[in-house]
């Protein structure tokens, strides 16, 4: 059979030698090693001052995207909530008013919007599954809550804000080849 | 009697209890700092500039916390068992030679509280009465783990005093003194005991692992079989002397290996700089306070590197190992010593 590692040592019963016995080399050698790791870097970061970098498609809190016109994009199709796999997502859908053309991109709109954060397991397939590019994965955090209910995002935290100033940049994920890959009539969502 | 002489010891006194204890809470934080390095850590970095307040953090969080007699204790003897442990461990202190001789104004002050003809025999004395601090608070305590954790305190105690006394006696063969201030005085510039008596360095320094319940051998409060040892049932202040009782053990310990085997407050090359007196009595206490601080630092490293003995291992090494090395030890010592005077 193939060992696993190339670390397994044959165990033996063999008498120890004078050496061995005053146990007095080991114990220098095992000094050795802690005094080595007592100069080598540290693995902590100071964390709240310095923070570890993130991955530039890191897939944390999400953001429901608005259009160059400040219209937000989502059209409650429902098919983020479909594509979860951990029914994280919930939508109520409503029709868009006449006078609202400056509010909502599409005739249909989601009324609620909202996130379970405890329930989501951040892959990304909402998405993917997204016909209008409005929900991106952002590379914030979700902040820890004493609570449950504070987790379940609504559309007051998830929708991004109106100034521009404060737009929320998913450059990162939103690449060309994303795009393409989204106008592509081949994929079934697109049809 | 003389009164400024009065005077000089009573403050000297307070100067040596406090740097002790200033000693013994910064021993707690380096030991947090000292332990984390070795495992890669950062250690207590949040109270204060690189953590330095944190002991006195834990200070203010051990007076807070609740004080707990149990119901089943001895009273009295619950209180008594923390007292002695501290108070055995402040008083070694005070036989030993912290530096030479100052000069002030013409009188000569010595940086040794009392320099007593039989300085080891009194430390000897004072480290054997620790134990009771601990077999009568395990005692008193009334709960199974805390009397495992005494009886373990005890016979290790008693097992390595044995060894460290043999190894004591070989150096007193070298030194022929039994004052501590004659000893040092001995070791002037290099001419150190430890070149002298390695070999009983090396027991003595083991023995005085096993006296201060320092990892490896730190049975007696051994957490994962006794849940706290002899301190188990102990809270607040009385948990935090017995604590703060093995920290300045360390430091004491420190301060008497340095004396003993490193030459105490002597310099290597003192002589050729040309100081005047007191310059080269600061300069030796100051040199004295870095060996000790070395050498708390090997207690830690040791501590951070070796597992815990198991208790049979212990006794092997304490009745079987050391004692018969150190009787080697005198016996090679008394037949060299014997030979080299009779020429």
Redesign the interface.
């Known amino acids: 059979m193939e060992k696993l590692t190339n670390r397994s040592r044959v165990v033996s019963d063999k008498k120890m030698t004078f050496l061995e016995k005053i146990y007095l080399p080991a114990i220098v050698k095992g000094m050795i090693i802690t005094l080595k790791h007592f100069f080598s870097k540290k693995a902590t970061i100071n964390y709240p001052e310095q923070k570890r970098e993130f991955s530039k498609v890191y897939r944390g809190q999400h953001v429901l995207k608005r259009d160059d016109l400040g219209r937000e994009r989502c059209t409650a199709c429902g098919l983020c909530a479909v594509a979860c796999p951990a029914e994280a997502i919930t939508m109520i859908a409503a029709e868009r008013k006449p006078g609202e053309e400056n509010l909502y991109r599409e005739e249909k709109y989601a009324a609620v919007y909202e996130i379970n954060m405890l329930r989501c397991i951040y892959c990304g397939d909402c998405e993917d599954a997204c016909p209008k590019e409005a929900i991106f994965l952002t590379d914030r955090i979700v902040a820890s809550q004493y609570h449950r209910e504070p987790f379940v995002y609504g559309k007051d935290i998830l929708v991004e804000p109106l100034d521009p100033e404060k737009r929320i940049d998913v450059s990162a994920r939103q690449t060309e080849s994303v795009r393409n890959f989204k106008l592509n009539k081949r994929f079934a969502h697109n049809k | 009697m003389d009164w400024t002489i009065l005077i000089y010891k009573t403050i000297f006194l307070f100067i040596i209890l406090l740097v002790t204890l200033l000693v013994a809470m910064y021993s707690t934080y380096g030991e947090r700092k000292?332990a984390a390095?070795?495992?890669?850590?950062?250690g207590p970095?949040r109270a204060g500039p690189f953590g330095l307040l944190q002991p006195l953090a834990d200070g203010v969080k051990m007076f807070m916390k609740e004080e707990i007699i149990p119901l089943s204790a001895n009273r009295a003897l619950f209180i008594l068992g923390p007292s002695i442990a501290m108070t055995t461990a402040l008083l070694t202190g005070v036989v030993i030679p912290w530096g030479g001789i100052i000069t002030i104004g013409g009188r000569e002050f010595s940086l040794q509280i009392a320099d007593l003809n039989i300085g080891i025999l009194y430390v000897f004395a004072m480290v054997s009465i620790g134990v009771y601090g601990i077999m009568i608070g395990g005692w008193a305590s009334n709960n199974k783990y805390a009397l495992y954790g005494a009886i373990r305190a005890a016979s290790q105690m008693i097992s390595y005093e044995l060894a460290m006394g043999m190894s004591i006696v070989a150096l007193v063969i070298t030194t022929g003194s039994l004052s501590l201030h004659e000893i040092v005085a001995q070791q002037h510039g290099m001419n150190w005991n430890i070149f002298y008596q390695p070999l009983g360095f090396?027991i003595f320094l083991t023995c005085a692992f096993a006296e201060t319940n320092r990892a490896p051998f730190d049975l007696p409060e051994c957490e994962t079989e006794l849940v706290g040892g002899y301190h188990t049932e102990y809270s607040s202040m009385k948990l935090g002397f017995y604590l703060f009782a093995e920290y300045i053990n360390m430091f004491i310990s420190s301060a008497v290996i340095a004396t003993l085997y490193f030459g105490g407050y002597n310099m290597p090359f003192i002589d050729q700089l040309g100081l005047s007196q007191n310059a080269v009595t600061l300069l030796g206490t100051m040199f004295f306070f870095m060996k000790i601080l070395g050498m708390i630092f090997l207690f830690m490293?040791?501590r951070?590197?070796?597992p815990r003995f198991r208790y049979d291992q212990l006794m092997n090494l304490g009745w079987k190992g050391l004692i018969p090395l150190a009787i080697f030890n005198i016996l090679a010592t008394g037949i060299f010593y014997y030979f080299t005077e009779l020429s």
Do not use: E, G, P, Y
């Open positions: 000292v390095f070795m495992q890669d850590r950062r970095n090396l490293w040791i951070w590197t070796l």
